[in-house]
């Protein structure tokens, strides 16, 4: 059995869960409202505030899946009731982030600024400014897939670099340094 797969779901106060036809989970909570179209081999129990995902047999692909649709319900679930949260570090003399409304620029060494609209279910602000630290952006949505892809696309822009760390990172993300260039010795 699935370690994932088997563990129920608990649904919060105010989260209610819907199975409708063609094995659509729909999850509607205080912060908004997902769907997820489930394998039609898995079957997806609603039982007194308690989900429950289970397989037909012990099939490899039936297997995967198990875990796999637990998990995504799971992450619904999450979303709608406490929402999720991604901060990312700006590394580097003159990067910044600039936010208006659902509009992201940001200056990242390049010879010219870098526009980004943000989805709608992504709320973006920035850390107040404190001297001496690095800006901080913090994107939040119910969305745990559609806010790792958005934050992956930004960190694209500007990877950080093995030397000297500059570039775009996830707040307590451990990079692997390298020493550089040693002086020789005669």
Same mark, same amino acid.
């Given at each position: 059995?699935?370690?994932?797969?088997?563990?129920?779901?608990? &649904?919060?106060?105010?989260?209610?869960?819907?199975?409708?036809?063609?094995?659509?989970?729909?999850?509607?909570?205080?912060?908004?409202?997902?769907?997820?179209?489930?394998?039609?081999?898995?079957?997806?129990?609603?039982?007194?505030?308690?989900?429950?995902?289970?397989?037909?047999?012990?099939?490899?692909?039936?297997?995967?899946?198990?875990?796999?649709?637990?998990?995504?319900?799971?992450?619904?679930?999450?979303?709608?009731?406490?929402?999720?949260?991604?901060?990312?570090?700006?590394?580097?003399?003159?990067?910044?982030?600039?936010?208006?409304?659902?509009?992201?620029?940001?200056? &990242?060494?390049?010879?010219?600024?870098?526009?980004?609209?943000?989805?709608?279910?992504?709320?973006?602000?920035?850390?107040?400014?404190?001297?001496?630290?690095?800006?901080?952006?913090?994107?939040?949505?119910?969305?745990?897939? &559609? &806010?790792?892809?958005?934050?992956?696309?930004?960190?694209?822009?500007?990877?950080?670099?093995?030397?000297?760390?500059?570039?775009?990172?996830?707040?307590?993300?451990?990079?692997?340094?390298?020493?550089?260039?040693?002086?020789?010795?005669?």
């Amino acid at each position: 059995m699935s370690r994932i797969g088997k563990l129920p779901v608990h &649904l919060p106060a105010g989260v209610t869960a819907t199975i409708d036809s063609g094995n659509v989970v729909k999850v509607k909570g205080p912060l908004g409202e997902m769907s997820q179209k489930i394998d039609p081999d898995i079957k997806v129990s609603i039982d007194e505030g308690v989900l429950t995902v289970t397989r037909p047999t012990d099939q490899p692909r039936h297997r995967s899946l198990h875990g796999l649709y637990r998990a995504l319900i799971n992450n619904m679930v999450v979303g709608v009731s406490q929402g999720f949260t991604v901060k990312q570090e700006f590394v580097g003399v003159g990067y910044r982030v600039e936010v208006s409304g659902q509009m992201l620029v940001f200056s &990242l060494g390049y010879s010219h600024d870098i526009s980004f609209l943000l989805p709608n279910e992504i709320k973006a602000e920035t850390e107040p400014f404190k001297k001496g630290a690095n800006p901080v952006l913090i994107m939040k949505s119910y969305d745990k897939q &559609l &806010l790792g892809m958005v934050a992956a696309k930004i960190r694209s822009l500007r990877k950080p670099e093995p030397y000297k760390g500059k570039g775009i990172k996830f707040v307590g993300e451990q990079l692997r340094r390298k020493a550089g260039k040693s002086a020789s010795a005669k």
